[in-house]
């Protein structure tokens, strides 16, 4: 079964740690651009994109939840102890790349029965619980990290990308039931903004950075604050412009997901849908909302 | 660059570092869970000054590690030394500590308040006018040392060995005093055990022969608390961390707890009992567990001393295991869950699902009792007696997720030059006759057995121990402190005031966690470690080239370390070897010349630390230096259930097997890197040394109980005049609520805040500033019943003796009926002779109040004047004190209550509680001693002597452990009275 490089995988999780004096030395190893201080990898994975599993696969976009629960009792069934954050890219990282190491161990041995289940279980992390949001997320840091960060995404995406093999001919189930976003016409929009904030309901990653972008665009302040407060913000000063904006966003993130490699056809599949899906309802209520404007006793959508 | 070719070029670099026995993955990383430095750096490591923010200021340190003396979890600590100033900087975790595993509580870091602590002792001082007086004159170490040596070594020309005594709080070493007492001839050592965790310890020890459990909480399915291990408990900090383990592995936590502990808020079930039901409650469920056969047969038939109970209570030696069976559920069967519902005041059905719960925890069960329940009720032992009975149902003893015998998860070295000898004289002071069960001294009694029985202590030493503040009834210590008829002189060695040194006629200054040497090892997880406390500074400085050849050179002021001051004190005593004693510190390498602690530690570690010169080796070190280096060292790993082991063909030589099915052998003892043990067997009559057990024709190591099993009956506890009490039995306490008048509510002592430790965190600004008060912790309904109207009213709580006043909490976290008030506060200073308005002597400014002391005949009084607030000091931060409430010492209002048994001090209280009347202040607090002796002697009528009942006219049970044991003649009665049946 094709995999990825084991250690190439620990060090490239490492790089998504703080930073720290050793990084030079991987980046330098890994032929990567110099790693930012400090303050460049808060600025990444603190305030725009956070590498937790939970926040692009749970259904309010948060920390922790059923999806790190999911997580953690695939720990146990590997027959490891979760650790506290145990839906962390660098730790699921680090797991695959053990999970290896202990099936080339088991070979070494003679155990090839074991070596082969362990293998499967190596793979199975992949296809349940990093594949189904990494793509995405690798997007956005090339987008919007520092060289040194762009960089490191293409390598992971690359070395992913190599090594996944032909896995389950299906999506995983919870990304097949992860639940869509509601369309606020029908089941209310006292939590439209959150739904719009969560990747797995959306297809989308809605940064800190996108919505500055979508601010601008319409000669707007961004209020400070957490992104649900700016975009409610945003949503009730302009919300057909607004809306009209994120569906430009969600149309243009479809079709990069596009380009993605055929090894990434299955979670290629579930995000273009579901980015595809969240701009033709955007699209439509962002045509509504301009409606309302004119009309100031029809509902609002949020 | 193709990927696997960058895959090998990063494995590539990572062996080449790692073969540099260096880390290549930093920390923090969640890859190889670093988040501490790594060890290959420790000694040039670089931090960002944080102070110099923004700007980039690097600073250089030297990591050393120690061990937090704090309390007796001994967690490790890392010291960053700064390298410009040779200042500790701050202490965090030592991940290298297989106990605590780089992870500590807030003590630990706390260690920098007490090292620059500005109301600590820097020098010798000796007292001035009376005791007590609080005048006191700087003297040099070699004045002190003289006078102390020249008083020791007369009390040993003239056979008075006893009358020197070494009263101990939390010993925080393993071994080196005890050889020393030994090695001196002097049956003075002193605990403070008796208050503390004696009743558990003797409940665990009749079933295992070991008397302390080493829960596996990380690897169990139900985790069974009779203790609030998650915030305070005995070794909280490794165990807590181990509990949360087992709870993310999915294991369930079941708590007994009568207060709304932070432990109780993580239970899946909290049980809040009644006072003193819980072994009810713990027999109910193995009742209901034995009626369905929901127990592990197979381990009961095969480690139970099930025949010997036949035998002997039932008149069957010949029964089969089935009737065995039949009879415990007939023993059992009058604890019906419905029994329990009525006695702990827990419903049926919480009950049944508890029972259901534990039964279906299998060999994975593993319980902890400590203090808790255990050291607060009469008949408290049986609380860790019963809890051990639903393990021993189970067959979770000893195997992975259950509970294992601190003995087998421990390891204490053998010592250089062991010493050999034992003290030849009993102790009648601390070992009364009275209570021949007791497994330590009955130390808090010494006021009342001098009082009434004579006897006088030469040269008293109290070493970290407050027994005024800490025991119960401490007015009565102060009587018998400032009686010169009863104290020659008393030494306290102590690294902060505390209310028993104002009494004391010299104070020596001895260091905290960073400033002294000693060797530890406690049973907190299946594996064996030891951990070396360290005078960090002296190794800091030795680390940049400097010699140091005295803790004192590096120590602030003169304050000096316990082993070098008694290896000095030894040779003062002994100065021409005369004595016999000087021999014991006398150099192995030098002979005629002192030894020193690299020497005593080097030994130990080159020679009784097995695996530990290999690994050492390994780095190019000495193990000594490996020592200094990484502070702790793990000697084994899943150490198992050893009474499954086999005995080596090697110790079976002529053996006999008795009737009982104990296995003698002549095969002389297996030398042994460790420390004898604690608990020993008489050789049988044709001096044969016993080897072990035949269970099922194989002969294995076993049990270290009288019979080779789980002591299901004990022999001991039958034969020693307690027959009623030889199996896990339920007896009332003395707060049963039949025992209460109407009006009387129980007063539940046993708790402490997780930030504070006794004596020692004085002076710890950040944990004064987290807590420092006690409120009584009082029922909204009780509080209405009593005219208390909120929170922050005063109350007085009258107890047999006496009453004080306190602050009352309105909680619903605590039982109605059931009032609480932490230890650990109400610390306090004596005004000053002058009365002068800033307040106290000598003290611990920012936790103790200022209170005047007044005796009127048998009455006794404290009446606070100050308490705590901000003063001038070389600390600024004193001067930022916002608290003023400090706690009210209520420990002083209670009569001393020894468990018959045990000889464990009873804590809890029978008290009345009333709104406070008018002339009520905060921290009053009254005391009639002569009724406190009253009470003692209620007490001691429940007793049931050696004099009566010793079965071989001895004054106790040989077997069972006691500290500094002395000869086997000693233990003789002085005059062997006829055995009396049962």
């Not at chain 2, 120690?66 to 490790?76: M, P």
């Not at chain 2, 008829?485 to 028993?500: L, R």
């Not at chain 2, 010299?506 to 406390?533: A, K, N, W």
């Not at chain 2, 099993?709 to 027959?723: C, N, V, Y």
Request: aromatic share 8%; net charge negative.
């Amino acid at each position: 079964m094709a995999a990825p490089p084991a250690e190439l995988l620990r060090a490239l999780a490492v790089l998504a740690e703080p930073a720290s004096p050793a990084h030079e030395g991987l980046a330098r190893a890994l032929d990567l651009p110099a790693p930012p201080e400090g303050s460049g990898w808060a600025d990444l994975f603190l305030f725009q994109l956070h590498p937790y599993a939970s926040v692009h696969l749970g259904p309010e976009g948060m920390l922790g939840g059923e999806v790190r629960e999911r997580i953690a009792g695939f720990w146990r069934a590997v027959g490891r102890t979760p650790p506290p954050e145990a839906d962390h890219l660098s730790a699921l990282l680090g797991l695959h790349a053990a999970l290896r190491d202990e099936a080339a161990g088991h070979r070494e041995a003679g155990e090839e029965a074991v070596a082969e289940l362990v293998e499967r279980s190596a793979a199975a992390l992949l296809h349940e619980h990093l594949l189904p949001w990494l793509p995405p997320f690798l997007d956005r840091v090339e987008a919007l990290g520092t060289p040194h960060q762009a960089a490191w995404a293409g390598l992971l995406r690359a070395t992913l990308a190599a090594g996944p093999g032909a896995g389950p001919s299906e999506a995983p189930v919870h990304l097949r039931r992860a639940p869509e976003l509601p369309d606020p016409r029908a089941e209310g929009g006292t939590e439209f903004a959150a739904h719009l904030l969560a990747p797995v309901r959306t297809g989308v990653l809605v940064t800190r950075h996108d919505l500055a972008v979508v601010a601008r665009g319409l000669g707007l302040g961004l209020r400070a604050g957490e992104r649900r407060y700016a975009l409610d913000h945003l949503l009730g000063l302009d919300p057909s412009g607004t809306l009209e904006a994120l569906a430009e966003l969600a149309r243009d993130r479809a079709e990069s997901y596009r380009r993605w490699p055929e090894s990434l056809e299955r979670p290629r599949r579930f995000w273009v849908s579901r980015a595809e899906r969240t701009a033709g309802l955007l699209q439509e209520l962002a045509a509504e909302a301009q409606t309302v404007r004119s009309d100031p006793e029809a509902p609002s959508p949020s | 660059m193709t990927l696997d070719e960058l895959n090998d070029r990063v494995l590539a670099a990572r062996e080449a570092t790692e073969a540099r026995g260096e880390t290549f993955y930093p920390g923090p990383s969640r890859i190889h869970l670093a988040a501490y430095p790594p060890r290959e750096r420790w000694h040039d490591w670089v931090e960002l000054d944080a102070r110099a923010w923004p700007e980039r200021v690097e600073k250089r340190y030297t990591l050393v590690p120690t061990t937090c003396f704090n309390c007796e979890s001994a967690c490790g600590l890392l010291a960053y030394v700064d390298q410009d100033s040779l200042e500790v900087q701050k202490f965090e975790g030592n991940p290298e500590h297989p106990g605590s595993r780089g992870r500590n509580c807030a003590k630990g870091p706390a260690t920098l308040n007490q090292v620059t602590d500005p109301d600590r002792i820097l020098y010798p001082l000796k007292r001035v006018g009376e005791r007590g007086e609080g005048r006191w004159q700087r003297v040099s170490w070699d004045e002190a040392l003289d006078d102390i040596a020249d008083r020791i070594r007369t009390a040993m020309q003239e056979e008075r060995h006893e009358e020197v005594m070494y009263h101990v709080g939390r010993p925080g070493e393993d071994g080196f005093t005890t050889r020393m007492l030994s090695a001196w001839g002097v049956d003075g050592h002193n605990s403070h055990t008796n208050v503390c965790s004696a009743s558990a310890r003797v409940g665990f020890n009749a079933w295992m022969g070991m008397d302390r459990p080493s829960p596996d909480h990380a690897n169990a399915d139900v985790i069974l608390l009779v203790s609030a291990h998650l915030e305070s408990g005995h070794y909280f900090n490794p165990h807590a961390q181990r509990i949360i383990e087992g709870r993310k592995r999915g294991a369930k936590l079941i708590v007994l707890d009568t207060r709304l502990s932070n432990t109780s808020t993580h239970a899946d079930h909290w049980l809040p009992t009644i006072p003193g039901s819980e072994p009810a409650l713990l027999l109910a469920l193995a009742s209901w567990m034995i009626r369905r056969r929901r127990y592990n047969r197979a381990f009961v038939r095969r480690w139970w001393n099930w025949q010997e109970y036949m035998e002997h209570v039932r008149g069957e030696p010949e029964a089969p295991f089935e009737e065995f069976e039949e009879a415990l559920e007939e023993r059992y069967a009058e604890y019906t869950l419905e029994y329990a519902a009525r006695e702990s005041g827990i419903s049926v059905e919480e009950l049944e699902q508890v029972a259901e719960t534990v039964a279906g925890a299998g060999t994975r069960l593993s319980t902890h009792n400590w203090r808790s329940a255990g050291s607060a009720n009469l008949g408290g032992w049986q609380v860790a007696r019963s809890l051990f009975f639903l393990n021993a149902l189970l067959g979770a003893a000893a195997v992975e997720g259950a509970t294992y015998p601190n003995a087998w998860n421990k390891y204490t070295p053998k010592p250089p030059r062991p010493a050999g000898r034992k003290p030849t004289r009993w102790n009648e002071l601390l070992w009364p006759e009275e209570y021949p069960l007791a497994m330590h001294e009955l130390s808090y009694l010494m006021p009342h057995l001098m009082k009434e029985r004579g006897g006088f202590v030469d040269t008293y030493f109290t070493r970290v121990y407050n027994p005024v503040w800490t025991n119960p009834d401490g007015f009565s210590w102060v009587e018998m402190l400032t009686d010169h008829e009863k104290i020659g002189c008393h030494v306290a060695m102590t690294p902060t005031w505390n209310e028993t040194a104002y009494f004391a006629d010299y104070v020596l200054p001895m260091g905290h966690g960073s400033e002294r040497h000693d060797l530890t090892s406690y049973e907190q997880y299946d594996g064996q470690y030891i951990s070396f406390r360290q005078p960090v500074l002296r190794e800091a400085r030795q680390r940049m080239g400097e010699e140091v050849t005295d803790t004192r050179q590096v120590n602030p002021g003169e304050v000096w370390e316990e082993n070098e001051f008694w290896m000095e004190l030894t040779w003062r005593i002994d100065p021409d070897g005369e004595l016999g004693i000087r021999r014991f510190f006398e150099s192995l390498e030098r002979p005629g010349e002192k030894m020193t602690v690299d020497e005593y530690y080097g030994w130990i570690f080159d020679h009784s630390v097995p695996g530990l010169p290999e690994v050492a080796a390994e780095r190019g070190m000495t193990p000594l230096e490996y020592m200094r280096s990484y502070g702790a060292f793990e000697v084994a790993r899943k150490v198992g259930p050893v009474y499954e082991e086999a005995v080596p063909d090697d110790e079976l030589e002529d053996v006999r097997v008795d009737a009982a099915g104990r296995v003698f052998s002549r095969a002389p003892r297996p030398d042994s890197p460790r420390a004898g043990a604690s608990t020993v067997f008489d050789d049988e009559s044709e001096g044969r040394r016993r080897v072990g057990v035949r269970v099922e024709g194989e002969i294995l190591k076993g049990w270290p109980t009288p019979s080779g099993k789980l002591e299901f009956w004990s022999r001991t506890l039958a034969e020693w005049g307690w027959p009623e009490a030889a199996v896990p039995t339920y007896l009332r306490s003395h707060v049963h609520p039949e025992e209460l008048a109407e009006d009387e509510m129980v007063l539940l002592s046993t708790f402490r805040l997780p930030v504070q430790i006794h004596t020692r965190s004085a002076n710890a600004k950040w944990l004064n500033e987290i807590a420092h008060t006690n409120p009584l912790w009082i029922h909204p309904r009780d509080a209405g019943r009593l005219g208390v109207e909120r929170t922050g009213d005063l109350v007085r709580v009258e107890t047999e003796i006496g009453y004080f006043v306190v602050k009352a909490w309105v909680t619903e976290g605590i039982r109605p009926g059931v009032v609480a008030c932490s230890h650990h506060m109400g610390r306090w200073k004596p005004q000053s002779p002058s009365g002068a308005p800033d307040g106290g002597l000598q003290g611990a400014g920012q936790s103790m109040a200022t209170v005047a002391l007044r005796q009127d005949r048998e009455r006794w009084s404290l009446d606070r004047m100050s308490g705590g607030g901000p003063y001038a000091s070389s600390d600024p931060d004193t001067l930022r004190i916002w608290w003023t409430d400090v706690g009210v010492h209520q420990n002083l209002t209670h009569a001393v209550h020894p468990d018959p048994v045990s000889g464990q001090h009873c804590w809890h209280q029978a008290v009345r509680v009333r709104a406070a009347a008018s002339g009520d202040a905060y921290g009053d607090i009254s005391v009639d001693v002569e009724k406190a002796h009253r009470v003692y002697h209620a007490w001691l009528e429940r007793t049931r002597s050696a004099t009566r009942h010793s079965p071989d006219g001895t004054r106790r049970p040989y077997w069972i452990a006691r500290p500094v044991r002395p000869t086997r003649e000693a233990y003789q009665l002085p005059d062997p009275p006829a055995p009396v049946a049962g």
